[in-house]
């Protein structure tokens, strides 16, 4: 196996030179950096990670969070993320550790965060299940904090996230334009910033075009095909609705499956907008009309931000908010 010696020579440069490409601890020019990675490519060098972590006091590892539930499909809105969080911790020569919270369990969460500190991560990316985050003064130790998707507080750390109240708005805005003023909302549990955002902002655009809001044409339900189904089932039964608005992907399936299997016609009976773009939605009969969220670049954001975060500790926490897409199809 070759030593970083050998390194070295192939590139024509010093061994000190090598380390501070590996170890990232001095600015080394791209010229001279892309000589010594190719010399470690021929030459197949593994560094020790183990002895550069102590050196340095950092892993290059990168913990992210994210909760996946076995029967919710916008679990691909999280890989979607995490897909964006690993290509740029990638570009950076950081390495990133997935854990899922299957249960969405306060303790399970604490649970994982002890975890990555015995390995010693040099930042985490979170996505709460709670908006109370306080708990977090206790167990992170010196590293960087950044939120996904979701705002918290009790804990101060940079956060990402798509704007759900703008994309909302507009889905809205949207359907009064078309002539609606009977618009139904199914949307998932209150009390984290993605449902709360999404329903204010239904209820602002609402506002904004001298329409009463009425709860009773809020329907809220556990993210699952069953409750989506039972949803919109009970919306028409109750409600002379002539749209609505679905916050989530799996509401969004569970709600079409009810309408398809009545046979409602969409558009003619009724519009209907959903959240999240899948390819599911382009194949439904019409296809849908949704709010694309930018969820991969929402990864990318993130990781950069974090990155930030760990070479310049002392910047001001801030809240980062991608916008969202109108995609129009053939449901409104």
Same mark, same amino acid.
């Given at each position: ?152 507080? +009790?804990?101060? %750390?940079?956060? /990402? =996230? ?7 708005? #507009?889905?809205? !805005? ?124 929402? +990864?990318?954001? %993130?990781?950069? /931000? =974090? ?7 002392? #910047?001001?926490? !801030? ?14």
């Amino acid at each position: 196996m070759a030593d970083i010696k050998q390194v070295a020579e192939r590139a024509g440069v010093s061994i000190a030179t090598v380390s501070h490409v590996v170890n990232n601890t001095r600015f080394v020019s791209d010229t001279t950096k892309s000589k010594v990675e190719h010399a470690m490519k021929e030459l197949d060098y593994q560094p020790n990670s183990v002895a550069s972590s102590l050196r340095s006091q950092k892993t290059n590892t990168i913990g992210l969070i994210v909760p996946i539930l076995p029967s919710d499909t916008s679990n691909f809105f999280f890989m979607t993320v995490a897909q964006g969080i690993q290509n740029e911790l990638k570009k950076n020569g950081y390495h990133l550790l997935l854990s899922t919270n299957t249960t969405e369990n306060i303790e399970d969460e604490k649970e994982q965060i002890r975890l990555f500190n015995s390995k010693r991560i040099d930042g985490l990316i979170i996505a709460p299940i709670a908006e109370e985050m306080s708990y977090l003064n206790d167990l992170v130790t010196k590293y960087p904090v950044v939120f996904i998707d979701r705002r918290t507080k +009790g804990y101060e %750390a940079d956060c /990402v =996230l798509a704007d759900g109240f703008g994309g909302s708005y #507009q889905a809205v !805005k949207t359907l009064i334009e078309r002539g609606h003023r009977n618009i139904g909302l199914i949307t998932g549990g209150l009390g984290i910033t993605t449902s709360d955002e999404r329903l204010n902002g239904y209820r602002k655009a609402l506002e904004d075009h001298q329409i009463s809001f009425d709860p009773s044409k809020v329907k809220v339900a556990r993210s699952t095909f069953e409750s989506g189904y039972e949803s919109a089932r009970e919306m028409l039964a109750e409600h002379d609705v002539t749209a609505l608005f679905i916050t989530n992907n799996v509401l969004t399936m569970g709600a079409m499956g009810y309408l398809q299997e009545k046979q409602i016609r969409i558009p003619e009976e009724l519009s209907v907008i959903g959240f999240d773009d899948y390819d599911w939605t382009r194949i439904t009969s019409p296809p849908l009309t949704v709010i694309r969220q930018p969820s991969y670049e929402l +990864g990318e954001k %993130a990781a950069k /931000v =974090l990155l930030s975060r760990i070479k310049q500790k002392t #910047q001001k926490c !801030k809240n980062y908010c991608l916008d969202t897409t109108l995609v129009m199809r053939g449901s409104c």
